[in-house]
């Protein structure tokens, strides 16, 4: 279904889009960043705390490493603006790492884990929780993007085909 390559792909293009966000992002003042502007979670920092949880949580499934503080109903609140910009590198760096040692053996295998969510066991196709963590990453980061440019910011473009061909380094760092 997916192969490792697709995987770090995926990884190179999160960690591209997170820079891009957080960037603009950062020229808002915190008002502007907590302001509601009609998305699911409300704000941009909201919508990049339940993305920074999600994918927490997700990275906890695939490679067993720790997994987010806060429960499903905390995700909105789990991180507020300095911590997204202190932890988001590091977990980019994570899901990085882990798409550079993936095996296509094990991306053919299954995943089981606990759904605190809906409270049970679930098996599924392993590729297809890789795909997961991608496909939300790609909607909640088009969501902020819309919001970021209805606040007057101006993120990179978000196709593929334009990813650069090196790895910049965060700059809020």
């Given at each position: 279904?997916?192969?490792?390559?697709?995987?770090?792909?995926?990884a190179?293009y999160?960690?591209?889009?997170?820079?891009?966000?957080?960037?603009?992002?950062?020229?808002?003042?915190?008002?502007?960043r907590?302001?509601?502007?009609?998305?699911?979670?409300?704000?941009i920092?909201?919508t990049?705390?339940?993305?920074?949880?999600?994918?927490?949580?997700w990275?906890s499934?695939?490679d067993?490493?720790?997994?987010?503080?806060a429960?499903?109903?905390?995700?909105a609140?789990?991180?507020?603006?300095?911590?997204?910009?202190a932890?988001r590198?590091?977990?980019?760096?994570?899901i990085?790492?882990w798409?550079?040692?993936?095996?296509?053996a094990?991306?053919?295998?299954?995943?089981t884990?606990?759904?605190?969510?809906?409270?049970r066991?679930?098996r599924?196709?392993?590729?297809?929780c890789?795909?997961?963590?991608?496909?939300?990453?790609?909607?909640?980061?088009?969501?902020?993007?819309?919001?970021?440019?209805?606040?007057?910011?101006?993120?990179?473009?978000?196709?593929?085909?334009?990813?650069?061909?090196?790895d910049?380094?965060?700059?809020l760092?």
């Open positions: 279904m997916i192969t490792q390559g697709y995987c770090r792909t995926m190179r999160n960690a591209w889009q997170n820079r891009s966000i957080y960037t603009a992002a950062a020229g808002l003042t915190p008002e502007a907590e302001m509601d502007r009609g998305a699911f979670f409300g704000s920092r909201a990049l705390s339940h993305l920074m949880w999600a994918d927490t949580t990275m499934r695939l067993g490493g720790p997994g987010p503080e429960g499903f109903s905390q995700t609140q789990a991180y507020g603006w300095v911590d997204l910009v932890e590198p590091q977990l980019d760096a994570r990085t790492a798409a550079e040692q993936v095996s296509d094990t991306l053919a295998g299954e995943l884990w606990y759904s605190g969510m809906v409270g066991e679930m599924k196709d392993f590729a297809l890789v795909m997961q963590i991608f496909n939300h990453q790609t909607h909640h980061r088009g969501q902020v993007h819309a919001m970021l440019t209805a606040a007057g910011a101006e993120p990179e473009a978000t196709d593929l085909p334009f990813i650069p061909e090196q910049a380094v965060w700059p760092a």
